[in-house]
């Protein structure tokens, strides 16, 4: 078993639901994500999506796309993500995605990123622009690596769409709350749970829920029929409030535990 099954394994014998954080690699530095993932970790997420910096992330709003301009602004790549997470890896044992658009994973080579994110301790991968209908490939390769392929499901997905990703997904799945890009919203969809009951006639994985969740409301609404929530907008907006903050990391660290209780 891998580190995500591990994590979902956990809570459900402790009956508990999960909390999984996006933040962006790079944002505000490489240095302050470093502290920020131990923060995360310590704050109990059950995964940690790491956001790789994209300059045209057509599915996000606007608070990521700041995120990923204030990270792109210091030139790192791929490399100096899966860096960090080498050195992250030896602190904290909570698994690690990376989160991100398919051109600069193919720009870096697909299967020197499966090789290489797997020696650094990433656990698996969610491409936002791949359809399962094309991700065959990508796919195997990740599995040959020992990587979970992350996949995202939508309230306009077919029953056809959800048995595809049903057969090639590990880990978990990501169900998106409603249409349209990332932000925060004042409430969630219902479109959300009649989502999660559809995919649960196809799949047995745990199925996250993310797209507009920004408090603790939201988060045990959620968690009345998923087994865990994504929360990104929200918190890459405090991290963004908190730029130039000298103890930015344990701050936010004290802001994320409200959703992980």
Same mark, same amino acid.
């Given at each position: 078993?891998?580190?995500?099954?591990?994590?979902?394994?956990?809570?459900?014998?402790?009956?508990?639901?999960?909390?999984?954080?996006?933040?962006?690699?790079?944002?505000?530095?490489?240095?302050?994500?470093?502290?920020?993932?131990?923060?995360?970790?310590?704050?109990?997420?059950?995964? *940690?999506? !790491?956001?790789? /910096?994209? $300059?045209?992330?057509?599915?996000?709003?606007? #608070?990521? &796309?700041? +995120?990923?301009?204030?990270?792109?602004?210091?030139?790192?790549?791929?490399?100096?993500?899966?860096?960090?997470?080498?050195?992250?890896?030896?602190?904290?044992?909570?698994?690690?995605?990376?989160?991100?658009?398919?051109?600069?994973?193919?720009?870096?080579?697909?299967?020197?990123?499966?090789?290489?994110?797997?020696?650094?301790?990433?656990?698996?991968?969610?491409?936002?622009?791949?359809?399962?209908?094309?991700?065959?490939?990508?796919?195997?390769?990740?599995?040959?690596?020992?990587?979970?392929? *992350?996949? !995202?499901?939508? /309230?306009? $997905?077919?029953?056809?769409?959800?048995?595809? #990703?049903? &057969?090639? +997904?590990?880990?978990?799945?990501?169900?998106?709350?409603?249409?349209?890009?990332?932000?925060?919203?004042?409430?969630?969809?219902?479109?959300?749970?009649?989502?999660?009951?559809?995919?649960?006639?196809?799949?047995?994985?745990?199925?996250?829920?993310?797209?507009?969740?920004?408090?603790?409301?939201?988060?045990?609404?959620?968690?009345?029929?998923?087994?865990?929530?994504?929360?990104?907008?929200?918190?890459?907006?405090?991290?963004?409030?908190?730029?130039?903050?000298?103890?930015?990391?344990?701050?936010?660290?004290?802001?994320?535990?409200?959703?992980?209780?």
């Amino acid at each position: 078993m891998g580190r995500i099954q591990d994590a979902f394994n956990e809570l459900r014998q402790r009956g508990r639901k999960g909390f999984i954080p996006f933040v962006t690699a790079g944002d505000p530095d490489l240095e302050t994500t470093a502290q920020i993932l131990v923060e995360l970790a310590h704050a109990e997420a059950t995964v *940690i999506e !790491l956001g790789v /910096p994209f $300059s045209d992330p057509m599915a996000d709003g606007p #608070v990521i &796309q700041r +995120a990923s301009e204030r990270a792109l602004k210091h030139g790192l790549g791929l490399r100096d993500i899966l860096d960090l997470v080498a050195g992250v890896r030896r602190r904290i044992e909570t698994p690690i995605i990376l989160f991100s658009y398919f051109n600069p994973l193919l720009q870096f080579g697909v299967k020197r990123l499966a090789e290489e994110a797997k020696a650094a301790g990433v656990d698996g991968v969610l491409v936002t622009d791949l359809s399962p209908e094309e991700a065959g490939e990508f796919e195997s390769v990740l599995r040959a690596n020992g990587l979970d392929m *992350i996949f !995202l499901i939508a /309230p306009t $997905s077919t029953d056809e769409r959800l048995k595809l #990703v049903a &057969q090639h +997904a590990r880990g978990f799945i990501y169900a998106v709350s409603r249409a349209g890009v990332t932000g925060v919203r004042t409430s969630v969809s219902a479109e959300a749970e009649k989502l999660v009951n559809r995919m649960r006639q196809f799949s047995s994985l745990p199925i996250a829920v993310g797209f507009g969740i920004s408090n603790v409301e939201q988060v045990k609404d959620v968690h009345r029929y998923a087994d865990a929530v994504v929360i990104g907008s929200a918190i890459v907006a405090e991290i963004e409030r908190l730029e130039g903050a000298a103890n930015l990391a344990q701050r936010l660290g004290e802001f994320v535990k409200e959703f992980s209780y």
